[in-house]
């Protein structure tokens, strides 16, 4: 090493701006990518971007992650559409960057990226119908069960002294 690298070291750090410290659990901010307002403007739920990670927040709070914000949208999508039917004014909006990845993937689906988000939406209204489904099949399945503890006797046990199952 010459003589005067610490020199030329000591002239370029002082040339250099000071850096503020990086804090140990500071988080990078959330750009909002995609707004559900109602409306009083006030947002319902939101999609942002946090470093490398989508973020979905409803009612202020996060709900959950990934790395496609695509189903998370139709997600968005489908709520607003609830709403809607409710007789609710909710407002949904995205960014530009969304829409570029709501493009691209419907593109390589061969369809329009109106109906590929429409694809989307239906797979949730109907695991939503599937679910209201199975709610009423098993609101009877628990009414047969009551009827059936009713009619069997209360000593259930078999010859030798063991229960039956």
Same mark, same amino acid.
């Given at each position: 090493?010459?003589?005067? +690298? =610490?020199?030329?070291? %000591?002239?370029? =750090?002082?040339?250099?701006?000071?850096?503020?410290?990086?804090?140990?659990? $500071?988080? *990078?901010?959330? *750009?909002? !990518?995609a707004?559900?307002?109602?409306?009083d403007?006030?947002?319902?739920?939101a999609i942002?971007?946090?470093?490398? &990670?989508?973020?979905?927040a409803?009612?202020?709070?996060?709900?959950?992650?990934?790395?496609?914000?695509?189903?998370?949208?139709?997600?968005?999508? !489908?709520?607003?559409?609830? *709403?809607?039917k409710? @007789?609710? =004014?909710?407002?949904?909006?995205?960014?530009?960057?969304? *829409?570029?990845?709501?493009?691209?993937?419907?593109?390589?689906? @061969?369809?329009?990226?109106?109906?590929?988000? %429409? =694809?989307?939406? +239906?797979?949730?209204?109907?695991?939503e119908?599937?679910?209201?489904?199975?709610g &009423?099949?098993?609101?009877? %399945?628990?009414? &047969?069960?009551?009827? %059936?503890?009713? $009619? $069997?006797?209360?000593?259930?046990?078999d010859?030798?002294?063991k229960?039956?199952?």
């Open positions: 090493m010459s003589q005067s +690298s =610490k020199a030329k070291r %000591d002239k370029r =750090k002082k040339q250099q701006g000071k850096r503020p410290f990086l804090r140990l659990n $500071a988080q *990078q901010q959330v *750009q909002n !990518h707004v559900l307002t109602n409306e403007g006030q947002a319902v739920a942002g971007l946090q470093g490398r &990670e989508w973020l979905l409803i009612g202020g709070q996060t709900m959950g992650n990934a790395d496609n914000p695509v189903p998370m949208l139709a997600m968005l999508k !489908h709520l607003s559409n609830v *709403q809607e409710e @007789g609710r =004014k909710v407002n949904l909006e995205y960014s530009e960057l969304m *829409q570029k990845l709501l493009d691209t993937l419907a593109a390589e689906a @061969g369809q329009t990226a109106d109906e590929y988000l %429409d =694809k989307l939406v +239906s797979e949730f209204e109907t695991v119908a599937e679910e209201g489904a199975e &009423e099949a098993a609101e009877g %399945d628990v009414a &047969e069960a009551a009827a %059936d503890a009713e $009619a $069997a006797p209360a000593d259930a046990a010859t030798d002294g229960p039956q199952a």
